[in-house]
């Protein structure tokens, strides 16, 4: 039996079921299970210890891999890789060691909006169809809050 593992909300702001994405892709599952964030906060942190696996040049979305080797991405906004990087600031490169509640990227939500562009952040778990998920909090939560877990 696999431990259980939780891990925290990235930002500050309302939590919805991933079903919920207006792209269908996040919403249908096929990216993997998770949550959909509509944040508040700007700073996107670290839900976990893990080590960066990707990190977009964009400084749209970031992967990142637990020591239990479960991978998950988080993509601020839905189509921001059209930016080409305007109004993101990564703070992480690919293999870096992050801590839980460490800071990856930061972005300008009014650059993302005045552009046209959703706020939404998927967070998902790639890897990881073997095990359950389950979402500890919907509604308002705090960055750093205990979030999803994985059993």
């Given at each position: 039996?696999?431990?259980?593992?939780?891990?925290?909300?990235?930002?500050?702001?309302?939590?919805?079921?991933?079903?919920?994405?207006?792209?269908?892709?996040?919403?249908?599952?096929?990216?993997?299970?998770?949550?959909?964030?509509?944040?508040?906060?700007?700073?996107?942190?670290?839900?976990?210890?893990a080590q960066v696996y990707f990190a977009f040049s964009t400084g749209h979305a970031v992967g990142l891999q637990t020591s239990l080797g479960e991978q998950f991405i988080l993509h601020v906004g839905l189509d921001t890789h059209r930016l080409q990087g305007r109004g993101f600031q990564l703070?992480?490169?690919?293999?870096?060691?992050?801590?839980?509640?460490?800071?990856?990227?930061?972005?300008?939500?009014?650059?993302?909006?005045?552009?046209?562009?959703?706020?939404?952040?998927?967070?998902?778990?790639?890897?990881?169809?073997?095990r359950r998920l389950r979402i500890l909090k919907l509604g308002m939560v705090a960055a750093g809050e205990d979030l999803v877990m994985l059993y």
């Open positions: 039996m696999a431990v259980p593992s939780v891990f925290a909300s990235p930002v500050s702001g309302s939590v919805l079921p991933l079903s919920q994405c207006e792209d269908p892709c996040f919403a249908q599952g096929r990216m993997g299970r998770g949550v959909l964030l509509l944040p508040s906060t700007h700073t996107l942190l670290a839900p976990a210890d703070h992480v490169s690919r293999g870096d060691m992050v801590a839980r509640g460490e800071p990856l990227l930061t972005f300008d939500p009014t650059i993302l909006t005045q552009s046209g562009f959703s706020l939404a952040m998927p967070m998902v778990f790639c890897n990881c169809a073997q």
